[in-house]
């Protein structure tokens, strides 16, 4: 009787962690397993777990010292209050008596709120029956943490260098009091910036500017602290490899008349300043280099200057001097930009009027990259300057997109062009063809002027224009020029091809006493 009182005991004990299946008949001596197992710790990472991320529980699951064999633990599973099993590890190893594992178990809750979960371990003793040791959990899980999306493009050792933070709020409440961080890369110093609020599924843009110590591979970090609609503190870190390039140090000046609109036939400009007419109308080709000018006496001209670097320059001011390297008071200092970013370029108008009696000027370009103060020159000659135009353009199409094109290209400054090559650069629509895929003009002395004449294949379904390139030498500046001519409509007869040059050659032909004379006017002028 004594015996049966103290099983009796063990057994309204053990019911709190065990459960063991035993068939119908079977004693309550033969109920007790050889292994008696229990869950005695549960912790969860993070601490603040949010909808949609990872969490982990480490159940510690201990065989207790007294169990008569050891045991082997077969499952630990995670189940909600309507037993739907959200998370599970198997195969985890055997258990001596007195011994404990701790067993991690990763999954997600994918909404927030507040869940009952329970912990079941599932052991097997030497005789094969299973021991089964559950445990409460309850977990709060908050709204999803902000999402960020790092940009740095480019990244310059010892300049200042733009990175964009791009913070999104994936969940369905609003997140307060957000506060980004960015760790200056290899430099330590850290950059903020604040959102008061971000609405439920919005996003914002952050820039930043970082500058990196040295050159390579480095690590971009952000840190998000913010507070969920609950008002729960929390922080987000990510990371983003980037390249740092070295310093380049690349400024351009570029000198040239200031450009016109041309006549009223009407053109495109093109890149540096080109403008081609149709059927016979005039467009002017302004210079895109540096060290190409204006001629004498004509004023106003244009400066432009470039940041051709890799990173951006600021407080540019252009300053004009004289042959000595004094400031040219009666032209005047010019304020160009505040901020010209890699690949970016403004023009100033100078006015030369008051500097009549100075042959020769240079233009200083100061500016402040790197934390320097830093400055490129070059020099103007305003007695040795030539500029082109391009006149008389004429074009036609075929049907199947072929393009004849022809023109006059004449040196309108007072300054000898060499090396002149006109053709029609290679474009995603339009390509060069035989047989005229560029013209070498040669020379082209002030005040002249010589044809030329290109053929080209087009894409008339997707394009409406067809580039026109010119190359020339001025000085020791290799300047490269491109336009876009418009191609004419698809129904115009292709017979006006070249109709100026067409029309000239037949007054040759027809006043025969005019011929020798005409003809030495043509080989002074195209020589």
Same mark, same amino acid.
């Given at each position: ?75 630990? #599973? ?63 899980? #908050? ?114 008349? /200031? ?29 895109? #280099? ?8 004509? @004023? ?22 004289? #042959? ?23 023009? /100033? ?88 895929? @560029?013209?070498?003009?040669?020379? /082209? ?50 017979? @006006?091809?070249?109709?100026? @040059? ?26």
């Amino acid at each position: 009787m004594i015996v049966i009182r103290h099983t009796t005991t063990l057994l309204l004990v053990g019911v709190m962690v065990l459960s063991l299946a035993s068939p119908l008949g079977v004693g309550l001596a033969d109920a007790v397993p050889d292994a008696r197992v229990a869950v005695t710790d549960a912790t969860v990472a993070p601490a603040t777990p949010t909808a949609g991320a990872p969490l982990t529980v480490d159940a510690t699951v201990r065989l207790s010292a007294g169990s008569a064999s050891a045991a082997t633990l077969d499952t630990v #599973e995670i189940r909600t209050s309507d037993g739907d099993v959200v998370g599970r590890a198997t195969g985890l190893g055997s258990l001596s008596p007195g011994e404990t594992l701790t067993v991690p178990v990763t999954f997600t809750l994918d909404s927030s709120g507040e869940y009952q979960l329970t912990i079941v371990a599932v052991a097997s003793d030497s005789d094969d029956d299973e021991v089964t040791a559950t445990r409460p959990l309850t977990i709060a899980v #908050e709204q999803g943490a902000p999402q960020l999306d790092l940009t740095a493009p480019t990244l310059v050792a010892s300049a200042d260098s733009a990175v964009q933070a791009t913070v999104s709020n994936p969940t369905t409440s609003p997140l307060r009091d957000l506060t980004v961080t960015i760790t200056n890369p290899s430099g330590g110093e850290q950059v903020r910036r604040t959102v008061p609020q971000l609405a439920a599924g919005a996003s914002t843009t952050l820039n930043f500017s970082v500058r990196p110590v040295e050159e390579g591979t480095t690590n971009v970090t952000a840190r998000i602290d913010y507070t969920t609609a609950s008002g729960t503190a929390a922080n987000v870190t990510y990371g983003e490899q980037a390249r740092v390039e070295t310093l380049a140090d690349d400024v351009g000046i570029r000198i040239g008349p /200031v450009q016109n609109s041309g006549d009223s036939g009407g053109g495109n400009a093109g890149v540096g300043g080109i403008a081609g007419l149709l059927n016979g109308g005039a467009g002017a080709l302004q210079p895109s #280099e540096s060290s190409s000018g204006d001629g004498a006496g004509d @004023s106003p001209i244009g400066v432009t200057v470039t940041n051709f670097g890799n990173a951006a320059i600021e407080n540019v001011v252009l300053v004009p001097q004289t #042959e000595n390297g004094s400031v040219a008071n009666e032209i005047g200092r010019f304020a160009v930009a505040d901020r010209l970013e890699p690949g970016e370029s403004t023009t /100033v108008t100078v006015n030369l009027d008051n500097a009549e009696t100075v042959q020769s000027l240079q233009f200083v370009a100061q500016y402040d990259l790197a934390g320097e103060r830093r400055s490129v020159t070059t020099d103007f000659d305003r007695l040795a300057r030539g500029a082109v135009e391009l006149t008389g353009i004429n074009i036609s199409v075929s049907d199947g997109g072929a393009v004849r094109l022809g023109g006059n290209l004449a040196n309108v400054g007072n300054g000898e062009i060499t090396g002149v090559v006109v053709s029609v650069p290679a474009s995603e629509y339009a390509q060069p063809a035989y047989p005229q895929r @560029s013209y070498f003009v040669g020379t /082209v002395a002030s005040s002249e002027f010589a044809p030329f004449e290109l053929t080209a294949q087009v894409d008339r379904e997707n394009t409406s224009v067809v580039p026109v390139e010119v190359a020339y030498t001025v000085g020791d500046e290799r300047i490269t020029e491109t336009t876009m001519v418009d191609l004419p409509a698809e129904r115009q007869s292709s017979n @006006s091809v070249f109709s100026s @040059s067409v029309t000239f050659v037949g007054v040759l032909l027809l006043v025969g006493i005019g011929v020798p004379l005409t003809v030495g006017f043509l080989v002074r002028q195209y020589r």
